[in-house]
């Protein structure tokens, strides 16, 4: 089983990529999105006390980075479970994820070097391969998620620009997260946090990284992601 955990900032593509690998690859690819979202329906893993952590959190509009290491790395060794460490005892369900051949974490997952350590003291996790998108022109990602909208209905990720369903464009919201001063804190925490997590693996635990050039075309970015995904 290949892990891979697939970082890139704000706006570079890794939702669109995590999508098109899916559908490329649908017995062979698994991705997994640990949001707020996801946590909140998995609050069965943690104490009564943890649970009201989780939850004043969640109400506060906090993101997930704020709970405690342990809190986090236990919901993402729930979620990586069924492809990494299967049973004999699987249910006939679990089963089915054992043809599954890499396991993409969108942006790892975890969101510190001691969050990253844990996860390998504790869990015995340590990823097969590091992907980055990257874009080092800020002006640029800040262009493009001006026109950047969902659809409520599908939660689909569309460019307000490139929809021509009037039906489909008057749904389009903008989420709060890809307001300027949103994505600029992003941008912030993603130097702050995720870049020196990226060193910890490529230097101290020699993991093999893979950078991609994020303005290159999508079909490009695609087919460099898949190959690496495959050979490396």
């Known amino acids: 089983m290949k892990l891979v955990f697939l970082y890139g900032k704000p706006i570079t593509g890794k939702t669109t990529l995590c999508n098109l690998i899916s559908k490329q690859k649908p017995s062979e690819v698994v991705i997994i999105n640990p949001t707020n979202e996801l946590l909140k329906q998995h609050l069965h893993l943690f104490t009564k006390e943890e649970q009201t952590q989780i939850e004043q959190l969640h109400q506060k509009g906090k993101l997930k980075s704020e709970l405690p290491k342990h809190i986090r790395c236990l919901f993402?060794?729930?979620?990586?479970?069924?492809?990494?460490?299967p049973s004999s005892h699987d249910s006939i369900h679990q089963q089915q994820h054992h043809s599954i051949t890499t396991v993409i974490v969108y942006q790892g997952g975890i969101c510190s070097i001691e969050e990253a350590e844990y996860l390998k003291q504790k869990y015995n996790i340590l990823p097969t391969l590091l992907m980055e998108l990257i874009c080092n022109n800020d002006t640029?990602?800040?262009?493009?998620?001006?026109h950047r909208r969902v659809d409520p209905i599908t939660k689909e990720t569309h460019d307000l620009l490139k929809v021509s369903e009037e039906?489909?464009?008057?749904?389009l919201i903008q989420r709060l997260s890809d307001s300027k001063?949103?994505?600029?804190?992003?941008?912030?925490?993603y130097e702050k946090r995720i870049e020196p997590i990226i060193c910890y693996y490529k230097i101290e635990q020699q993991v093999q990284y893979f950078a991609i050039d994020a303005m290159q075309p999508v079909e490009q970015v695609l087919h460099q992601f898949a190959q690496a995904i495959t050979t490396r």
């Not at 993402?76 to 460490?85: E, I, K, S, V, Y």
């Not at 039906?167 to 749904?171: F, H, I, Q």
């Not at 001063?181 to 925490?189: D, L, P, S, T």
């Open 140 to 146: 640029i990602l800040m262009e493009r998620v001006i």
């Open 167 to 171: 039906t489909v464009k008057n749904r």
């Open 181 to 189: 001063e949103m994505i600029k804190a992003r941008m912030k925490r």
């Open 76 to 85: 993402l060794f729930h979620l990586l479970q069924p492809f990494l460490f």
